[in-house]
Every structure is written in structure tokens, then in C-alpha cells.
């Protein structure tokens, strides 16, 4: 596999994994760099001295290129960007916010820059702002989700006809079928999220990574629009807030029952009650905890396998 990602990250392989609040820290992000995809520490989730302390450590554990994901509306964005800067960290993924407002900035550091979107608008947007390359994440994704509820399969072809840079599918990506259908869809990457929170060296509570290999089919919902819209899996926090809702329940309402720190207290700590679950809709194909080798190693078969199907199917129709 080698196309216009894999050179613009200087990877072996089109995989990248997502830079995911709580469960990302350095240990997944390298030991996904040493198998040859691209790892990515979550900066959402770490304190300024938290984010130096991962970077350096993630630097220690490979020699092979990672990126830090960094949400724009994370509240010290300015001080990780220095530390960023300060590590020559070659690649930043940006998201949930608006594209023009770094990109430049971290170019002209010879940062490579990618932005996360759900939407064609949003694509246009990222490439207007001169990102290098761009996440488009459909519906079935966990955690923070595109507003439109527009699925990978609809959004994926749509964002490919309208944008020149490369393209990298996310959102319901767990296997190595899948990942062929993305590439067959327009991407020429892949990002995966809940495949690698359920691995031995994400940084998740072993809690919630047993009832993310637990869940099945139905057990997630995307919620909480009003707010930001988000992807969790069924729980105590989440009937509540089905429960506010059904007493029509205000945005200030809704702000309130949030509270601070929920992702933390369900993906850290292990709050499997009231701690908010953050997950996509893929977990219900997961079934084990494995180390980041083995997954790479069963979906590299997967996908080849698939591959060579799709070689010597007779053209049916
Ligand atoms: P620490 O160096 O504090 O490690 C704590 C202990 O947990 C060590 O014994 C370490 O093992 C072990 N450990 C940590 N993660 C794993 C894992 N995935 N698998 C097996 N053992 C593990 O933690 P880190 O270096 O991982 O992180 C540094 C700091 O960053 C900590 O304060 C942590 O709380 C924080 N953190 C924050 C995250 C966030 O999203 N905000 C995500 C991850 C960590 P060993 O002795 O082998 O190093
Ligand atoms: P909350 O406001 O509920 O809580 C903030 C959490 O972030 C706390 O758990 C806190 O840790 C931790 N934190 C790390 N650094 C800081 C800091 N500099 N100031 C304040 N808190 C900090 O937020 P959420 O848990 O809902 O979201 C956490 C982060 O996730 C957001 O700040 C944002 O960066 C990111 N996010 C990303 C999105 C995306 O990429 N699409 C969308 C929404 C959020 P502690 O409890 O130890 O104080």
C-alpha cells in the first residue's frame, strides 16, 4: 500500500488512528507508529505539562513519524501549539473548530496540518485554509459527531468529488474490510478510533474497555445536539439525560447535567455509571482487548483477503 498519505506522513501504511481524549496517550500512539500506521497523542484531554511529559516519552518509545491531535476549542490551545513547536512534532490533526484560524501558523513551522470535518462544507473550508489533508468522519463515529448525521458510506464519495487534497475515511472503521470499502468510497487513508481504544496500550480504563468489547449492535446513540453532539454507549448518565429530555429539558438544563468532566470519569477512571462512554457504532464488532501488533496484524490480513476477492469476483452485473 503506498498512495498520497502514506508519502505525506513518510508511514508504511494508510492507518491512523484517532487522537481520542483520555484513551490516546503516548503509549498507543507509538506503539501504532512502530507497527507502521500513524499514532496520535488526544491533546484534548492533557494539561499543558501533561502534553510536553507524552510528546517526549512518545519520541523515547519509536523513530517512526506521530502527530498530536489538537481540538480547537481546547481552552490553553496556544500553550500545546509551543510545545508542539517546541518538540518539532511533524504532523498536527486539528479539530472542532475553524480550519483558518492555525493552519497557516503551524505551516510556516513546517508542520504538516490535516482537519477533522463531517461534512462537504466543512471539507471545502479545511482546503480553502490550505490543510494538507483531510478527516472526513461519518455518523457512526464515537465521541464528538458532525451535526448533519451523515453516514461514512453517503460522505465519504461526496467529500471525494469535491475536495483535491487527499482524503482519509473515519467512522465506523474497525476492520480490514472496511478499510478496503473506505479506499474503495475515494479515501486514501483510514483513521480508526474505537478499534485501538480497545487495545492493551490505550490509556482507557480497563472498565470501559471491557464494556466496549461487551456492547453490541444499538448499544451506542448519538445525543446531547443541543450541546455538542456526541456518540455514547447506553448507561445510568445516559438514561438520565433520555430522562431530561423527556421533561423537554433547557439548553442551560442540559449544560448543568453535564457537568465538568464526565469523559474523564467514564473513559479514565472507569465511572461506568455516571461517566459519559464515549464510543462508535464499530464496538459492536469488536471482541477483544488486543495488543496494537495483533490488530494490526489481523487487519492487514483482513484487508488482503478482501482484496483478493474483490480480484476474482467474476463482474456480476
Ligand atoms: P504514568 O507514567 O503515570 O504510569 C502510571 C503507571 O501506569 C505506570 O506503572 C505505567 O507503567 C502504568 N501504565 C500507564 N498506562 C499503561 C498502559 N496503557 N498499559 C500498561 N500500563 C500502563 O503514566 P503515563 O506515562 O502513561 O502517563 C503520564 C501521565 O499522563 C499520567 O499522569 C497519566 O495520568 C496521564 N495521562 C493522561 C491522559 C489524558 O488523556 N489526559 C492519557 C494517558 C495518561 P510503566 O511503569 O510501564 O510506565
Ligand atoms: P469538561 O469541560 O467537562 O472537562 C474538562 C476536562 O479536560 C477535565 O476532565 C480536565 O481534567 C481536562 N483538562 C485538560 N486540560 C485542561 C485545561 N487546560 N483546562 C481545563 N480542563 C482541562 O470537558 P470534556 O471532558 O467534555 O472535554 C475535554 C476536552 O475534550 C475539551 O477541553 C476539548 O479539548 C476536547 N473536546 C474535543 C472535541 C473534538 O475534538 N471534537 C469536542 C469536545 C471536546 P481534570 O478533570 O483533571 O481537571
Not at 184 to 212: D, I, T, Y
Not at 213 to 242: H, M, Q, W, Y
Not at 291 to 317: G, S
Amino acid at each position: 500500500m503506498s498512495n498520497r498519505i502514506c508519502e505525506l506522513f513518510n508511514v508504511r501504511y494508510p492507518i491512523i488512528q484517532g487522537g481520542m481524549i483520555w484513551c490516546s496517550g503516548w503509549r498507543l500512539a507509538s506503539a501504532v507508529s512502530n507497527e507502521g500506521g500513524l499514532g496520535i497523542i488526544g491533546s484534548g484531554s492533557m494539561y499543558p505539562e501533561v502534553l510536553d511529559e507524552h510528546i517526549s516519552k512518545c519520541k523515547s518509545a519509536t523513530n517512526k513519524p506521530f502527530a498530536v491531535n489538537l481540538p480547537m476549542l481546547y481552552p490553553d490551545i496556544d500553550k500545546h501549539i509551543e510545545t508542539i513547536i517546541k518538540h518539532k512534532v511533524p504532523i498536527v490533526f486539528t479539530s472542532a473548530g475553524n480550519p483558518k484560524t492555525y493552519t497557516s501558523y503551524l505551516k510556516q513551522h513546517n508542520i504538516t496540518v490535516v482537519h477533522v470535518v463531517s461534512s462537504v462544507k466543512f471539507a471545502l473550508k479545511a482546503q480553502e485554509a490550505g490543510v494538507d489533508a483531510v478527516v472526513a468522519e461519518g455518523f457512526e463515529a464515537g465521541g464528538h459527531n458532525g451535526r448533519d448525521e451523515t453516514t461514512t458510506l453517503c460522505l465519504i464519495p461526496m467529500v471525494s468529488k469535491a475536495i483535491q487534497v487527499p482524503l482519509i475515511a473515519a467512522g465506523g472503521i474497525g476492520t480490514g474490510r472496511a478499510i478496503l470499502a473506505a479506499m474503495n468510497l475515494g479515501a486514501e487513508g483510514v483513521q480508526m478510533g474505537s478499534r485501538f481504544v480497545a487495545s492493551e496500550e490505550s490509556s482507557a480504563h480497563e472498565g470501559f474497555k471491557q464494556k466496549v468489547i461487551e456492547a453490541s449492535e444499538g448499544d451506542t446513540l448519538l445525543t446531547l445536539k443541543e450541546l455538542t453532539p456526541v456518540r455514547l454507549l447506553k448507561n445510568p448518565f445516559f438514561d438520565e439525560v433520555v430522562e431530561a429530555y423527556k421533561n423537554c429539558a433547557s439548553q442551560e438544563e442540559l449544560i448543568k447535567l453535564l457537568g465538568r468532566g464526565r469523559a474523564k470519569k467514564g473513559m479514565f477512571e472507569g465511572d461506568l455509571k455516571e461517566g459519559e462512554l464515549e464510543i462508535g457504532q464499530v464496538s459492536g464488532l469488536l471482541d477483544n482487548v488486543l495488543p496494537v501488533k495483533t490488530i494490526f496484524q489481523e487487519i492487514l490480513d483482513e484487508y488482503h483477503i478482501a482484496l483478493n476477492e474483490q480480484h476474482n469476483t467474476k463482474f456480476l452485473f
